[in-house]
């Protein structure tokens, strides 16, 4: 047992010298390689051997060593107790630590098949041996090693089909007993974790012969992060060899396979039992469509898991004895939708069982809404489930329960909030049993329900509470069931279900993918032919090829794609194969509608290297980096410009529309025939349209038209799709631009969808690679007529929205925020919530709640809808960038209604988000990949991006100069780490400057000390200084300066610490809520293990809070300083002077009150404050022009003061309004009756609140003439006597100007000059 | 009783042993970092010069702010050294553990301190 001081120095020694007893060790082994060759080749030349060992084959890379040593100290300090999470006995861990202190860092890489033969056929994953690396093939071994948890190791003769429980037992039976999870490490660096116990065991590989097996006994004291550990390092060490004669025999026991637990429906398509919810949840990703029948009941369902945590669906209820009320034929039985919602709110470990808590027909018309919290705990093949079911599950009413169930809203479709858990209460359960074999589970269950209480009268027989069924898995994605349920009812289902991550199709019909070779051609090709070779290979369209210096720059039009990354390696592939060999990197530039939006840059290198060969992970590089679109420079010489692509482009295609759940018939459709064009005109403007022709459907049942109390703008659904076959849905003229580096436009005029026509214009913020964009429409719209033809209806409409996209970040989720007017001018928000899945595959859920109420709004109450989004490119063998969207909404109303527009900027900018390069077909099914690629069922939590540890070649300051490729080498290290933005320049100064951002290393801090790394490791050799500009999107946050960039790179090496480095470091804090309070600590921090993103940390006090209490501080110090004798004395002769006009003004505007133009000034005028303050508050927030965004804040702070506190005045003041009649002198202070409020004006307060800041700031006086209009608006409404107005534009002012004197830079020393025995330090700050 | 009286006493003394070790640990822990530190660049740098044929350079001082850069190739691995045929001494003389740097000499060094590096 060692102290822990004594340990650390034990670990320091064992540490440094590990690396050269390694390297020492490894080279003295027989087969040592020598020469750079393939492994297959080596492999070929070993001789023939019985007891070579391939599995156990070892790689080894001398450039892994440090990365594998960071895991080494991470275990070690674990293990000495340092960071305080192991408990173990410490005789144990003291045991394992002395006996991991003898196992050498070896550097090793697994690799995917050591099999000569298999590495020739997949040249990609065959490595390349170079001269420093090591080669092993091991001999066979015949034993496991089982390190326990008291640290010992057992080596356990080999036995065939034994489970890693196995071993274990074979070990230690009674701490075999309490295990819950065993790590394995496979002798070929593969690492899995599979659980043993009887409440987790699941299908799982056998330990080969060499594996390491670690599984200590719960509660033993070693955390799981350890374990991840300590297994990841034993994967390093190649197969665990032992002396066969030491070994303990191989385990007798029988031979048992191990199946996970089968998570099926119940009737409500729900994973249950038969009636009722277990707390089980399907993984996520899984959708599931079933249908269940127990008279006189019928469900379809469709239920999705978008989290591990969380299965939502939507169903289809038919009652099969009750006629649909609103069916004028009477034929149809009732239908009733309804959506439901569970949530787990404690998964289930060895002691407690998986709770979940849950919803039923939540928001529907009620009739069978219900709750429930449900428990279940597995013990081998049972899974049991135990809970308590309120509502129309629950009405046996075992307890009385809380409060009582309201009835529901005739409308229905309301979170019925207060009904929630209330009322009578019942027990429910059962059990399932999952019987050998996988395919047959068997199901008993205590139902809650009595069927005495059913809704619409129709009361049922029970003949017990017991429900019996089974359900046999007929094929790996169908599931039959059968039951009996009320005691005399038989029950039959169906269920498809699959997983929507992992939706793939190979892609058959494209054309095959060119051989990639390491050789490049001599000489320049027929650049058209590339063209048309690209074309072909990727379906894009070239537009223009350049060439700066050794970048090719092709410039794509209008590409679309699902999955990018596919596109972007084909192309590469045919660039590699025709560029010349002076080419290094290829830029493609995505053109959307005249825009450059941004492009993709492949390293010709490092991509050809990705692709012919494995790389070690230190060794592997950023093939593709996505940035914002280069401008063009002069010295750009072009190769090609495709002058002859058409204007106009045509495409066939079948649409489908169906109407599902309505009273005319269960499911209403349409097939049709359309054919979509574009003309274009110029690049940024052409012309859309459709054309559809109806070919099959059966809307001679459609005869209900529903009732609605708003402006019909979508309830003449029946009218517009069965008045005529053929009609012109969509034909539209389309202008699109750039307004800065991150703003752009989109106008366009026509028939814009199927029921509206008109104009409308978009504006889009979208910083590149940023987790936000903001847009804003507006659209001045016409309802169409029926005919879907040229003509139009009455009905005119302004509608639009201002909506923030927001990739949060947490768990693939990206949100929509949307609010505006909607088509039947009503008022309200739009939230949509949606996962993303890598495969592209998103589910969602949105609702609408506007100022519409839920009785004008009808049936539903308010609008809102689930929907899954599939690409194409998941579906189909050929690629293709369409996306099929299923949405599902229970009615069509009016309410809530949002213009269907066929363009959006969003989708025009997509290429902005660098992320999707991330959307990349689903992995295929683990039986079709070597083992390496197989999907486990375990894998490490996700890790930070691992720190620069390599030492790259760097270049002297000429030969940085001259040659990019070291510069860009730099920023493919960076972006490797997740930095993106990023700039690099080495100036004359010989130091080296860094712009950049990155959302995943935090804090700040760490992220800095990553690139400042990064930087000393890979800056041109004569560098001195190094300065990082770390950004948020485009704000600069803050500013390292590194002034002594040598003494940064001893830091590094450890030669100095960080109280040496400290004073040659200079920080500057752009952003106030960016301050940290030891900005320095994490430098050299190597951690990357990374902090789970919660939903805490996403609501989490953004930086924009600090800033304002910074600005509202800075406010507050300048008005200490205003000389406010003078200021009140200046103010309140001008109120008083002014009142001398408050009669002749009152009476002015009296005698015009009729004049359209002073009306028409009045709503300028009363619209300006709160113009002003959106714009200014866009200002603030778009961080493009600093300057701007610095006044934009002040504009937006001051206007928000100027608010509240005339808000405050008014009612202590009590001045008459002049319409009261009481003449200007009438006053009744503190008084909250409006008619009182006269003095001062607000919406001239925050007028020139608002406006002041940005006049003083620009020098542009005319915006106190804007902001007046306000006054004359606000007298010639009659609200104000003109002194209050008079008096809001002095408080206005004055607010405006602090807080702009208050913005302004302060004024900094200028350069400094320091001496110390380091060298001469320079420092200039502004 | 006694035992009662003395625990005040037993509580300082832990405590004080308590902060000692604290502290102790907190500069262990810092030390710890840099020498850990150190095992790493060793390991980087001989993963990135411990390669015959490498060109590599070393940066040498002269007083406060000078700054002269020596460079070389990379002929042999002689463990834990390595051997550099000098390409460029530099713009001043300078000598390595008591040898002179000059033009074709091949140096017997510690591969730590010398980076792999391209300048023409």
Redesign the interface.
């Known amino acids: 047992m060692f102290s822990?001081?004594a340990s650390?120095q034990v670990?320091?020694l064992a540490?440094?010298s590990i690396?050269?007893i390694a390297?020492?060790l490894a080279s003295s082994q027989p087969g040592a390689q020598v020469p750079p060759r393939k492994l297959s080749d080596w492999l070929l030349e070993q001789p023939r051997s019985p007891d070579a060992y391939p599995l156990g084959l070892s790689w080894r890379?001398?450039?892994e060593?440090?990365s594998q040593?960071?895991l080494r100290?991470e275990l070690m300090y674990s293990l000495s107790g340092?960071d305080g999470s192991v408990s173990a006995d410490p005789r144990a861990a003291g045991r394992l630590r002395d006996w991991l202190r003898t196992l050498p860092?070896t550097g090793r890489v697994p690799v995917a098949v050591a099999d000569a033969r298999w590495l020739q056929a997949n040249p990609a994953r065959n490595p390349v041996i170079?001269?420093?690396h090591t080669v092993i093939l091991p001999s066979r071994p015949q034993a496991v090693v089982v390190v326990t948890g008291l640290g010992d190791l057992c080596p356990v003769m080999h036995s065939p089909g034994r489970e890693a429980i196995a071993y274990l037992e074979a070990c230690d039976a009674r701490a075999a007993a309490r295990a819950d999870w065993a790590w394995i490490a496979q002798p070929d660096g593969r690492v899995q974790r599979f659980g043993v116990a009887g409440w987790n065991r699941e299908a799982q590989d056998e330990p080969a012969p060499g594996a390491w097996i670690w599984g200590p006994a719960r509660d033993s004291g070693w955390p799981e992060k350890m374990s991840e550990r300590l297994i990841r390092f034993l994967a390093t060490q190649g197969p665990a060899e032992f002396s066969d004669r030491a070994a303990t025999p191989a385990p007798q026991s029988p031979v048992q396979k191990s199946t996970g637990l089968q998570i099926t429906s119940n009737d409500w398509g729900g994973a249950g039992l038969l009636q009722t919810p277990s707390a089980r949840i399907a993984p996520a990703g899984t959708l599931t469509l079933s249908a269940s029948r127990v008279s006189p009941y019928t469900w379809l369902n469709l239920m999705v898991s978008p989290f591990d945590w969380m299965e939502a669906g939507y169903r289809y209820m038919d009652i099969s004895n009750r006629p649909y009320v609103a069916d004028p034929t009477g034929k149809q039985s009732l239908k009733d939708k309804s959506f439901d919602a569970k949530f787990r709110l404690l998964p289930e470990s060895a002691h407690l069982p998986q709770i979940a808590v849950g919803f039923r027909d939540m928001a529907g018309t009620g009739l069978f809404s219900g709750e429930y919290v449900v428990a279940n705990k597995r013990t081998g093949a049972f899974d049991w489930s135990l809970g308590i079911a309120w509502g129309y599950g629950g009405a046996r009413g075992d307890f009385k329960g809380f409060g009582t169930r309201k009835a529901q809203s005739s409308e229905g479709g309301t979170f019925a909030f207060s009904s929630y858990f209330r009322g009578p209460a019942a027990v429910i359960g059962g059990v399932q049993y999952q019987a050998p074999g996988d395919k047959l589970i068997l199901k008993l269950e205590l139902d809650g329900n009595n069927y005495q209480h059913e809704p619409v009268n129709n009361n049922q027989r029970q003949s017990s509470p017991l429900n019996v069924g089974l359900v046999y898995r007929a094929w790996e994605n169908v599931d039959l069931s059968v039951g009996l349920e009320r005691g005399n009812t038989l029950m039959f289902g169906v269920a498809l279900h699959g997983r929507l991550d992992r939706l793939s199709m190979p892609k058959l019909s494209d054309p095959p993918r060119l051989p990639i070779a390491a050789s490049r051609p001599a000489h320049s090709p027929d650049w058209q032919t590339v063209s048309e070779e690209i074309t072909r290979q990727a379906g894009w369209q070239v537009e223009w090829i350049r060439r700066r210096g050794n970048e090719l720059r092709v410039t794509f039009a209008n590409p679309r794609a699902g999955y990018w990354i596919e596109h972007v390696d084909r192309v590469a592939a045919v660039l590699h194969r025709d560029a010349p060999a002076t080419v290094d990197r290829f830029a493609f530039v995505y053109r959307e509608g005249g825009i450059d939006v941004a492009e993709h840059v492949v390293d010709r290198a490092t991509w050809v290297a990705n692709h012919i060969q494995t790389l070690p992970p230190?060794e592997r590089r950023q093939a593709v980096i996505a940035r914002a679109a280069a401008p063009l420079l002069s010295d750009t010489e072009t190769l090609y410009h495709n002058k002859g692509r058409p204007r106009f482009d045509a495409g066939f295609g079948i649409d489908y529309f169906q109407n599902v759940g309505g009273p005319n018939a269960f499911v209403l459709y349409q097939v049709s025939a359309a054919e979509r064009f574009t003309l274009r005109l110029r690049d940024d403007t052409w012309l859309d349209g459709k054309v559809r022709l109806g070919l099959i459907d059966n809307f001679d049942k459609f005869t209900f038209t529903a009732p609605s109390n708003l402006p019909r703008v979508r309830t003449f659904l029946r009218e517009f799709v069965t008045t005529s076959k053929l009609t012109m849905p969509n034909l539209q003229l389309n202008h699109s631009g750039k307004i800065s580096d991150n703003h752009y436009y989109l106008l366009y005029g026509g028939y814009l969808e199927e029921m509206f026509g008109g104009v409308g214009g978009e504006w889009m913020y979208r910083p590149f690679a940023s987790r936000t964009a903001l847009g804003i429409d507006v659209n001045a719209v016409k309802q169409r007529n029926f005919h879907q033809n040229l003509a139009f209806r009455d009905y005119t409409t302004v509608t639009g929205h201002a909506t923030l996209y927001w990739d949060t970040g947490w768990q693939d989720v990206i949100a929509k925020l949307s609010a505006g007017r909607y088509l039947a001018k009503d008022s309200g928000v739009t939230v949509d919530l949606s996962r993303t899945f890598h495969n592209g595959v998103s589910v969602g859920a949105f609702f609408t709640k506007t100022t519409a109420s839920a009785a004008e709004f009808g049936e539903g109450s308010f609008d809102k809808g689930v929907y899954v989004n599939i690409p194409f490119d998941a579906m189909l063998a050929k690629s293709t960038a369409g996306v099929a969207n299923f949405t599902f909404r229970p009615l069509t109303r009016d309410g809530g209604a949002k213009l269907w527009r066929a363009t959006t900027l969003y989708d025009l900018t997509n290429a902005r988000d660098e992320r999707t390069l991330g959307t990349k077909p689903a992995p295929q099914p683990n039986e079709a990949l070597p083992p390496e690629d197989r999907r486990e069922t375990w894998a490490p939590a996700p890790a930070l991006p691992a720190p620069q540890?390599?030492?790259?070649?760097?270049?002297?300051p000429?030969?940085w100069a001259k040659d990019d490729t070291f510069e860009f080498r730099l920023t493919q290290a960076l972006y490797g780490q997740q930095f993106r933005n990023v700039e690099v320049e080495f100036d004359n100064a010989h130091r080296l400057n860094l712009r950049l951002a990155n959302d995943t290393i935090r804090p700040m801090s760490r992220a800095i000390g990553r690139a400042a790394r990064t930087a000393a490791r890979m800056a041109p050799?004569?560098t001195r200084g190094i300065r990082i500009t770390f950004m948020d999107d485009i704000e600069p946050l803050v500013t390292y300066d590194f002034i002594d960039a040598?003494r940064l790179e001893r830091?590094?090496?450890?030669?100095?610490?960080?109280a040496e480095l400290t004073g040659t470091v200079a920080i500057e804090v752009h952003a106030p809520g960016a301050r940290e309070k030891d900005p320095l600590a994490l430098l050299?921090d190597l951690e990357t293990e990374a902090e789970p993103r919660t939903l805490g940390s996403l609501v989490a006090k953004p930086r924009v809070v600090d800033r304002v209490v910074d600005d509202f501080s800075a406010a507050i110090r300048t008005a200490g300083k205003v000389d406010w004798l003078r200021a009140v004395g200046v103010g309140g002769a001008l109120v008083l002077g002014s009142s001398w006009l408050d009669q002749h003004a009152y009476k002015f505007a009296k005698n015009h009150a009729d004049n359209s133009a002073f009306k028409a000034v009045e709503n300028v005028g009363n619209a300006i404050p709160w113009l002003g303050l959106g714009a200014a508050a866009l200002a603030a927030w778009d961080k493009e022009d600093p300057r701007r965004s610095r006044t934009g804040f002040a504009a937006t702070e001051a206007g928000a003061t100027a608010l509240l506190l005339t808000t405050a005045l008014k009612p202590v003041i009590g001045r008459a309004r002049p319409e009261t009649g009481n003449g200007r002198a009438s006053f009744k202070p503190l008084t909250v009756d409006d008619r009182y409020n006269s003095f001062p004006s607000r919406h001239t307060a925050v007028a020139w609140a608002v406006a002041t800041p940005f006049a003083l700031e620009y020098d542009a006086n005319w915006l106190y003439a804007v902001a007046a209009i306000t006054n004359v608006a606000r007298v010639g409404s009659r609200q104000h006597w003109y002194s209050d107005t008079v008096a809001g534009s002095v408080i206005g002012y004055g607010i405006g100007r602090i807080f702009w004197e208050s913005s302004r830079p302060v004024n900094r020393p200028g350069p400094s000059l320091a001496?110390?025995?380091?060298?001469?330090k320079l420092a200039w700050e502004w | 009783m006694r035992v009662r009286a003395l625990m005040p006493m037993l509580c300082f003394v832990a405590g004080v042993a308590t902060h000692s070790a604290l502290a102790q640990d907190k500069s262990g822990a810092r030390d710890d970092a840099q020498s850990f530190a150190r095992t790493l660049t060793e390991a980087a740098t001989w993963a990135a010069v411990a390669i015959p044929g490498v060109e590599v350079c070393k940066l040498m001082r002269i007083g406060i702010a000078e700054r002269d850069w020596i460079r070389g190739v990379v002929v042999d691995i002689d463990k834990p050294y390595i051997r550099v045929r000098i390409t460029d001494a530099g713009r001043f003389p300078h000598d390595l553990d008591g040898t002179a740097v000059s033009t074709g000499a091949i140096l017997r060094v510690a591969p730590t301190d010398w980076t792999p590096c391209k300048f023409d």
């Open positions: 822990p001081a650390r670990v320091q540490i440094a690396v050269f390297f020492g890379v001398p450039s060593v440090a040593e960071v100290r340092l860092v170079q001269p420093s230190s540890l390599a030492l790259e070649t760097r270049a002297g000429a030969r050799v004569d040598v830091f590094y090496n450890g030669e100095i610490g960080l050299g001496l110390d025995r380091s060298g001469i």
